[in-house]
């Protein structure tokens, strides 16, 4: 499991651990595990006034409905 702040931390610099991390998962060399309490927790994050400027709230809100 990865911590939401991984995710976070991914989205907004798009470099260093956590982006290698989701980059790993993307090429097929990681499996991420994820829950819904953890995904309520990300969404959470990212829906944050302080993240409207690195991400689209439509972006985050599309994410969850996978």
């Given at each position: 499991m990865v911590d939401?702040?991984?995710y976070v931390s991914a989205a907004i610099t798009g470099k260093g651990a956590p982006a290698e991390v989701l980059d790993l998962a993307v090429e097929g060399q990681a499996v991420l595990l994820v829950s819904p309490?953890?995904?309520s927790e990300l969404q959470g994050v990212l829906e944050r006034k302080k993240f409207y400027r690195y991400l689209a709230l439509r972006v985050v809100n599309s994410s969850y409905e996978r």
């Open positions: 939401p702040g991984v309490l953890l995904l």
